[in-house]
């Protein structure tokens, strides 16, 4: 069975650092990784997507890694701004499965 | 907004009573999903549908959730005799195809969500 657990739980940062979220999965037999934002009370945007096949995905400041033989997976933020607090979920897609599986979220906070 | 629409946005209920939460996915998108979140927790899956047929149910949903998509489009989610511990948002999202296909497929689209409070 698939686990998925994110480190730290929550984070709080003053604006302009460079941050790294970690996410872990227990089983490496996986199609892809996806990390998403969540504002509260509100649904999920798709921040990046990793394929299996893929080392990294880059999108403006987001980098996201995926080292998928070691089950881990990390979201680089570079120069954060406060408008980037909120929960970071990461999701796995495994093999024979048609549903992702969610870690528990890092809440981070970014302080003007 | 062509995104994925969820109604109510909040919900507040007594224990005991039933409600029901309505799902509009993005059109044309064949399947659907439905997740619970508690607070501090990442989303669980409680079931999902391809087209009109649910292919798939959680052990999380137990006999008083039901949940149906008639025609293919917009799914409705009940919940009979609500507990409190059924207090949670629920999220819909939809796919145009299978996810892992390789392609835009794969991406999961989520609403907003329905805030269910049971007192």
């Known amino acids: 069975k698939q686990e998925v657990t994110q480190i730290p739980a929550a984070l709080s940062v003053p604006e302009g650092e460079n941050l790294v979220l970690n996410c872990s999965f227990t089983?490496?037999?996986?199609?892809?990784l996806q990390w998403f934002r969540q504002d509260p009370g509100k649904g999920l945007t798709s921040l990046l997507l990793i394929q299996s096949s893929q080392r990294e995905q880059t999108s403006g400041r987001l980098n996201a890694s995926l080292d998928k033989s070691s089950g881990r997976s990390t979201l680089y933020i570079a120069a954060s701004q406060p408008g980037d607090s909120a929960t970071y979920l990461c999701?796995?897609?495994?093999?024979?499965?048609?549903?992702?599986?969610f870690g528990t979220g890092t809440r981070l906070q970014v302080f003007p | 907004d062509t995104g994925v629409s969820q109604d109510p946005r909040h919900k507040i209920t007594k224990r005991g009573q039933n409600v029901t939460f309505r799902c509009d996915p993005i059109s044309e998108h064949n399947r659907l999903y439905w997740y619970r979140q508690t607070l501090g927790q990442g989303p669980e899956f409680l079931t999902y549908?391809?087209?009109?047929?649910?292919?798939?149910k959680s052990r999380l949903l137990s006999d008083r959730f039901s949940a149906e998509r008639p025609k293919g489009s917009f799914s409705t989610l009940e919940i009979q005799r609500t507990e409190q511990g059924d207090s949670a948002m629920y999220l819909c999202?939809?796919?145009?195809?299978?996810?892992?296909?390789?392609?835009?497929?794969?991406?999961?689209?989520f609403g907003s969500g329905t805030q269910l409070s049971v007192l």
């Open positions: 549908f391809q087209n009109e047929a649910q292919l798939e």
């Open positions: 999701a796995v897609l495994s093999y024979n499965t048609d549903k992702l599986i």
């Open positions: 999202a939809s796919s145009l195809g299978r996810l892992g296909q390789g392609t835009t497929n794969e991406k999961l689209f």
């Open positions: 089983d490496s037999a996986i199609y892809n």
